[in-house]
Structures are given as C-alpha cells and as structure tokens.
C-alpha cells in the first residue's frame, strides 16, 4: 500500500491573486478520497500541481516520504475534457500505446472496441475519447489517480459505466483515486470519504 502525503502547498498567479493557501491532507492507495468544492474555487489548479504540470508552488508533494520521481509521474490527471489533451493528428491506437499497451481483458472492461484504435479522437464521441483517456493514465507505473470532474460532459449511463470500470481497475491494482468534483452527490456514492475544499483551503 503506498501513501500520498501533501503538505502546506500554496500557489498564486501574482502577488493580488492567491489560489491555493497551506493545502494538506493524506490519502492511500486503497482509498477513494473525493475533493468538493464548487467550479473555479482552485481544485484543477491543484490537481496539475499534484500531477507536476504546475511547478512553481510552494509545499511538498510525497509519496512513502519520498520525493515524486522524475520521469513518469505516478500521480496521472484524468481531465474533464480529453478531445484538449490528445494530438489530433494520431489516431486512437497511437495515443493509447504512447502510455502503454493494456490487456484485451482491460480493454474489454472499459468498452473498447477494435474499430475505435484506428480512429482519430474527432471520430469518437465524448465518453469514447473519455474511456482512451482513463486507460492512458492507468499504466501499470500509476499509483494515484486524479480524477478532475471526469465524467461531468456525459450521460448518465456513461458515467455508471466509467465509474464502475475504473473503481474495479483501481482496487485490483491498488491505485489511490482523488475524485475531484462539485457533485456531491456522485462523490458520496463512489468515495470513501469527502475532503471539503473551501475548508481545506482557508488561508
């Protein structure tokens, strides 16, 4: 079991406009924390620091009391919207094994089809680029899971599907998932417990 521990982390754009003040909380590999708060508040921001694409912040980011190694990052962001984050050049196949190659039976519990890899993501509906996405953040190096509002675009359905495919996944590989949303509701329903944002972040 491995432990994600964040400590005092404090961001802002310039010396007016503070975003994150004195962050801190620990979670483990076999946990699904949710983060609530409401839209614009600072989560993304943190979720890219967690994950390494913000690098000037103050504070320190562990895991089993050592620093996050350089290279691939064990801490994968899963964003809310994966037609931003993919070449629209490549087609789905190239995009997947850029990370790795998983397994037909993973790719089947994910709802995968065939036909999708030599598709480009503009020939993939939402949900479908949304499964890709997960599944590049899944590699076998992964450790946590940030899971920024990653199922707030699609239907209902969808959602159950995603959710219960990537919590399956997450428990047999004891990855941590920080589920990161301003839907109350489906946090109280897939985590364990909730950390309330505005209360974490108080100056």
Same mark, same amino acid.
């Given at each position: ?41 600072? *989560? ?31 801490? @994968? ?83 159950? @599907? ?39 972040? *108080?100056?």
């Amino acid at each position: 079991m491995d432990t994600l521990k964040i400590e005092n982390i404090k961001f802002q754009y310039n010396n007016k406009q503070k975003i994150l003040s004195n962050i801190s909380f620990e979670m483990k590999s076999n946990q699904i924390i949710g983060l609530f708060g409401d839209s614009g508040s600072g *989560k993304t921001t943190l979720c890219k620091i967690l994950t390494g694409f913000l690098k000037k912040y103050k504070g320190t980011i562990n895991i089993n009391d050592e620093k996050v190694p350089t290279g691939f990052n064990p801490i @994968q962001l899963i964003y809310q919207h994966p037609e931003k984050i993919m070449n629209p050049r490549w087609n789905m196949e190239r995009i997947l094994h850029e990370s790795w190659i998983p397994s037909k039976e993973i790719l089947d519990s994910f709802g995968i089809k065939n036909e999708w890899f030599k598709r480009f993501p503009s020939e993939l509906s939402g949900g479908e680029l949304q499964r890709f996405s997960i599944l590049r953040a899944i590699n076998p190096k992964t450790k946590f899971i940030i899971a920024d509002e990653i199922t707030t675009m699609l239907d209902s359905v969808t959602q159950v @599907q995603i959710w219960n495919a990537i919590i399956k996944h997450c428990q047999k590989q004891d990855i941590g998932i920080l589920a990161v949303s301003h839907d109350k509701l489906l946090l109280e329903t897939v985590c364990d417990d909730i950390i309330y944002f505005n209360e974490l972040n *108080k100056s």
